[in-house]
């Protein structure tokens, strides 16, 4: 089961220079196994895992590339999979030219 209405939580910590911090909490009230992908701009891997667990609980610190801030700002997609229910969350994260962060979860 799941706690709540939202399974699961990306929360946007900081980035300097070509380094960007991500908090991923999944609120899962049984043993479950999850699969996360980040991408890029270009949907290329920055990053997979398999987390599996309760109430977990992670910080990313990712290197990105140049293309990753392009002109337009920062693009990241992180992908959320579980195992049992194949089930995907997806989330984006923007900024126009470096300013507001903005989280989605699409």
Known sequence: G?????????KFIGQSKNHVSL??????????????????????SLYSEIMTGVELSKIFNLN?????????GLKIRVEVTSEKTHK?????I???????II????
């Not at 043993?31 to 270009?42: R, T, Y």
């Not at 990105?64 to 337009?72: K, L, M, P, R, T």
């Open 2 to 10: 799941v706690k709540g209405d939202n399974p699961a939580e990306l």
């Open 23 to 44: 908090q991923l909490d999944l609120h899962n009230a049984e043993a479950g196994e999850f699969f996360v992908n980040i991408k890029g701009s270009n949907f290329h």
């Open 64 to 72: 990105v590339d140049d293309a990753d801030f392009s002109a337009s």
């Open 88 to 92: 995907t969350q997806v989330y984006e």
């Open 94 to 100: 923007n900024s126009a030219s470096g300013s507001n």
């Open 103 to 106: 989280v989605a979860k699409l």
